[in-house]
C-alpha cells in the first residue's frame, strides 16, 4: 500500500486531496463515499413515493432510493409515508366521507383515509400530490401509488439501464400500528417476503431496512441478514441548540406501550449505540443529534431575527466517531434545497459538512444536490 494512502488512512479525519479523486479517503465506517439516499424519491420536484419521483432520484445519481412502506386492506405493500392518505393523495376527491376512519396512531387520535381500510385496486385509482407547500404542484393527480413490487423492478430496470446499482432502503412505518390492525410482524414479514424472494436472505444485498421502533428491527434481525437501521427521532430543536423531545416524537412507539422509559437520545449513547449494536447495523439520526451549534449572533439567514436556524455548525457531537467506533453506520436526514439547514443556507454546504464529519449517507429530497456536494467536496 502506498505511502500516501496509508497517511490518508491514518488521519482521524476527513482527507482532501489525497492522490486524486479515485483516491479520496472519506472518515465513513468503510472509508468510501457516503451514499446518497433518494428521499421518498426526488420528492422535492415530483410527488413523493410515486415511480416517477423514484425514477427522478436515480436519473439524479441516487445510489438508494427510499420507499416508506405501509399495508393495504388486502395486504399489499404500497410505498406512502403515512397509514393516511389524506394529505400526499387525492383520495378526498374520489371516495366519500364515508370511507374515513378515526384511529389512534402512536398515540394521537386521528380522522383519515387510511391505507388500511381501502384494497390495493381501489388505492390504484388514486393520484399522488405534493405533500409540501411551495414545491411543484402541477404534476398533482398523475402518477399512481407504488407498490413496493413495483419499486423493486423499478429499481432493477433503472440500474440496469445506468448500469450501477440502485440499492432500496424500505422503512416500516408505524409498525405498532400495523401491528394493532393486521397482528403481530405481519408488515415485517410481508417485507422480508418480498426483499429475500427480490435480493437474497444476504448482508451485502443493496438492501437497508429502517424503523423508528425497535422490537420490530429485533425480530427481523432474527430472521434476515439484510442490514438494518436504527432511525433515531426528535420533535424539534431548541433555542439553545438541544434536542426537543415531545410525545410522539419523544420514544419508539413500542418502548411507550411497554414502559420502556427510554427517550431516542438514550439510543445514542454509549450504553444505547451498544444496545441498538446488538440487532442492528446502523443509526439513521436527525441531523441534528450530529452536530453543536453555537450562537455567534450573525443572521444568517438574512430575516431580521435570531433563531436555531442562525447558529453555526461548530463540530461534531461525538455520535458519529462513537457510532464507528463501535461499527455502526450513520445515515442521517433530511437535506432539503428548500427548507432550514441548521446553521446553513447553502445545502450543498450543509451535506458537505456532515460528508466530512463522516456519516455514511445522506437523505435528502434533492438528490442532484447530494451528488453535486459529494462531486465538488474537497
Ligand atoms: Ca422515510
Ligand atoms: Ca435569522
Keep these: 500500500m502506498p505511502n500516501k494512502t496509508l497517511a490518508c488512512l491514518a488521519a482521524a479525519a476527513f482527507?482532501?486531496?489525497?492522490?486524486?479523486?479515485?483516491?479520496?479517503?472519506?472518515?465513513?465506517?468503510?472509508?468510501?463515499?457516503?451514499?446518497?439516499i433518494g428521499h421518498r424519491g426526488a420528492?422535492?420536484?415530483?410527488?413523493?413515493?410515486?415511480?416517477?419521483?423514484?425514477?427522478?432520484?436515480?436519473?439524479?445519481?441516487?445510489?438508494?432510493?427510499?420507499?416508506?412502506l405501509v399495508l393495504t386492506k388486502d395486504g399489499q405493500l404500497i410505498a406512502r409515508?403515512?397509514?393516511?392518505?389524506?394529505?400526499?393523495?387525492?383520495?378526498?376527491?374520489?371516495?366519500?366521507?364515508?370511507?374515513?376512519?378515526?384511529?389512534?396512531?402512536?398515540?394521537?387520535?386521528?380522522?383519515?383515509?387510511?391505507?388500511?381500510?381501502?384494497?390495493?385496486?381501489?388505492?390504484?385509482?388514486?393520484?399522488?400530490?405534493?405533500?409540501?407547500?411551495?414545491?411543484?404542484?402541477?404534476?398533482?393527480?398523475?402518477?399512481?401509488?407504488?407498490?413496493?413490487?413495483e419499486v423493486i423492478a423499478l429499481a432493477a430496470a433503472e440500474g440496469a439501464k445506468a448500469g450501477r446499482t440502485i440499492g432500496i432502503y424500505p422503512e416500516i412505518k408505524h409498525s405498532t400500528f400495523s401491528a394493532g390492525i393486521f397482528g403481530a410482524n405481519v408488515v415485517e414479514d410481508a417485507l422480508l417476503a418480498k426483499l429475500h424472494a427480490a435480493y437474497g436472505n444476504v448482508a451485502d444485498a443493496p438492501v437497508f431496512i429502517q424503523s423508528?421502533?425497535?422490537?420490530?428491527?429485533?425480530?427481523?434481525?432474527?430472521?434476515?441478514?439484510?442490514?438494518?437501521?436504527?432511525?433515531?427521532?426528535?420533535?424539534?430543536?431548541k433555542a439553545d441548540g438541544s434536542m426537543s423531545l415531545v410525545a410522539p416524537y419523544r420514544q419508539p412507539y413500542d418502548f411507550v406501550v411497554k414502559g420502556d422509559p427510554r427517550?431516542?437520545?438514550?439510543?445514542?449513547?454509549?450504553a444505547g449505540l451498544d444496545f441498538v449494536k446488538t440487532y442492528a447495523d446502523g443509526i439513521g439520526p436527525w441531523k441534528p443529534y450530529l452536530v453543536k451549534t453555537v450562537d455567534d449572533g450573525v443572521d444568517r439567514n438574512r430575516d431580521g431575527m435570531l433563531t436555531i436556524n442562525d447558529?453555526?455548525?461548530?463540530?461534531?457531537?461525538?455520535?458519529?466517531?462513537?457510532?464507528?467506533?463501535?461499527?455502526?453506520?450513520?445515515?442521517?436526514?433530511?437535506?432539503?434545497?428548500?427548507?432550514?439547514?441548521?446553521?446553513?443556507?447553502?445545502?450543498q454546504a450543509e451535506m458537505q459538512a456532515y460528508m466530512k464529519l463522516g456519516v455514511d449517507g445522506v437523505f435528502t429530497d434533492f438528490p442532484a444536490t447530494g451528488v453535486e456536494a459529494l462531486k465538488t467536496l474537497r
Design 212 to 237: 423508528f421502533e425497535v422490537s420490530n428491527l429485533q425480530y427481523l434481525n432474527t430472521k434476515t441478514s439484510l442490514a438494518l437501521i436504527q432511525l433515531v427521532d426528535a420533535d424539534d430543536v
Design 263 to 270: 427517550l431516542f437520545s438514550d439510543l445514542l449513547t454509549d
Design 43 to 68: 420528492s422535492g420536484i415530483l410527488p413523493e413515493h410515486t415511480l416517477e419521483a423514484y425514477k427522478a432520484a436515480i436519473e439524479q445519481g441516487a445510489d438508494f432510493i427510499e420507499p416508506d
Design 311 to 347: 447558529r453555526r455548525v461548530d463540530s461534531s457531537t461525538g455520535v458519529i466517531e462513537m457510532a464507528h467506533r463501535k461499527g455502526l453506520r450513520v445515515h442521517t436526514w433530511t437535506f432539503r434545497d428548500d427548507a432550514s439547514g441548521y446553521g446553513y443556507t447553502d445545502p
Design 81 to 149: 409515508h403515512e397509514p393516511m392518505l389524506d394529505s400526499t393523495t387525492d383520495v378526498a376527491t374520489r371516495f366519500p366521507a364515508s370511507r374515513m376512519s378515526t384511529r389512534m396512531v402512536d398515540g394521537v387520535s386521528t380522522t383519515a383515509y387510511f391505507a388500511s381500510d381501502f384494497t390495493l385496486a381501489e388505492i390504484k385509482t388514486l393520484g399522488a400530490v405534493q405533500a409540501r407547500a411551495g414545491r411543484p404542484a402541477q404534476y398533482n393527480g398523475l402518477y399512481a401509488i407504488p407498490t413496493l413490487d
Design 15 to 36: 482527507i482532501a486531496g489525497c492522490g486524486g479523486d479515485d483516491d479520496l479517503t472519506f472518515a465513513t465506517l468503510d472509508g468510501k463515499a457516503p451514499l446518497v
